[in-house]
């Protein structure tokens, strides 16, 4: 599971809005949040940018948590 929905509800974003600061459809996002679709590396990396760039403190890590880590 990631968290993407928790850092976009804290900017106080919708997934349109968010969707749309990549060009992408609102439905990607929900895709995403909801874990019927995974981004990529290079997605993960561009949605980490964009929170940052819009006041969030976030990481790669801290979106898109290491699954069973030890």
Do not use: H
């Not at 990529?40 to 880590?69: A, H, M, W, Y």
């Amino acid at each position: 599971m990631n968290n993407i929905a928790r850092e976009r509800q804290a900017l106080g974003l919708t997934q349109e809005q968010l969707a749309q600061l990549f060009g992408w459809r609102q439905s990607r996002i929900s895709n995403y949040e909801n874990g019927t679709r995974n981004p990529g590396l290079p997605e993960c990396r561009l949605i980490v940018q964009k929170l940052n760039e819009l006041g969030r403190s976030c990481t790669l890590d801290s979106v898109f948590p290491p699954v069973g880590g030890d």
